[in-house]
T-cell receptor, first 115, second 116 residues
Framework: AQSVAQPEDQVNVAEGNPLTVKCTYS??????LFWYVQYPNRGLQFLLK??????LVKGSYGFEAEFNKSQTSFHLKKPSALVSDSALYFC?????????????FGSGTRLQVQP | GAVVSQHPSRVICKSGTSVKIECRSL??????MFWYRQFPKQSLMLMAT?????????EQGVEKDKFLINHASLTLSTLTVTSAHPEDSSFYIC????????????FGQGTRLTVV
């Protein structure tokens, strides 16, 4: 079975400071990892993904994430937060080896960036 | 980029009536579409996987007779909530995977269903 954990319900950060949103995963095979952002009453917007290759993945809006196989983590980061980054962030995983095609999502982390 | 359009964005219906939600891939063909349900302040829960031209695969605990899914073409999947009840009120989101693509799925903007 595949699963994702986002240990923080909410992350608060001041504008201009670096931010980190944590994600750990569990799969039996090779993981495909994703980050999505959701604004109120909207669908999910894709930020970035890790499939293979470099462990540091760069995505939209200045976000990046680092795949750490030994720690089974895929934390989302941004060097300098903006107020407009305030939203709900979801980490998701798909175990390519199981053939399950749907994503499994974490519980979500609400990011609040204060001016 | 790939665009998935979901319609309607909001719907209010009376208890006992049925509601149809459409999910369209606008600029690509999608052999597989997924339907998720999201409760307030919670994550997305997969309801079913929809394959063009065949029956949908429902997740455990999802009533297939209540949530009818049809995927009649490579660009359209529909979810019909039959005999809706207030507990069916939720945010429903679809996603579509481009034909031949094995990784990324693109999400619709979601449908807020309120059953009164």
């Amino acid at each position: 079975a595949q699963s994702v954990a986002q240990p923080e319900d909410q992350v608060n950060v001041a504008e201009g400071n670096p931010l980190t949103v944590k994600c750990t995963y569990s799969v039996s095979g090779n993981p495909y990892l994703f980050w999505y952002v959701q604004y109120p009453n909207r669908g999910l917007q894709f930020l970035l993904k890790y499939i293979t290759g470099d462990n540091l993945v760069k995505g939209s809006y200045g976000f990046e994430a680092e795949f750490n196989k030994s720690q089974t983590s895929f934390h989302l980061k941004k060097p300098s937060a903006l107020v407009s980054d305030s939203a709900l962030y979801f980490c998701a995983v798909r175990d390519e080896d199981t053939g399950r095609r749907a994503l499994t999502f974490g519980s979500g982390t609400r990011l609040q960036v204060q001016p | 980029g790939a665009v998935v359009s979901q319609h309607p964005s909001r719907v209010i219906c009376k208890s006992g009536t049925s509601v149809k939600i459409e999910c369209r891939s606008l600029d690509f063909q999608a052999t597989t579409m997924f339907w998720y349900r999201q409760f307030p302040k919670q994550s997305l829960m997969l309801m079913a996987t929809s394959n063009e031209g065949s029956k949908a695969t429902y997740e455990q605990g999802v009533e297939k007779d209540k949530f009818l899914i049809n995927h009649a073409s490579l660009t359209l999947s529909t979810l019909t909530v039959t005999s809706a009840h207030p507990e069916d009120s939720s945010f429903y989101i679809c996603s579509a995977r481009r034909q031949g693509e094995r990784t990324e799925a693109f999400f619709g903007q979601g449908t807020r269903l309120t059953v009164v």
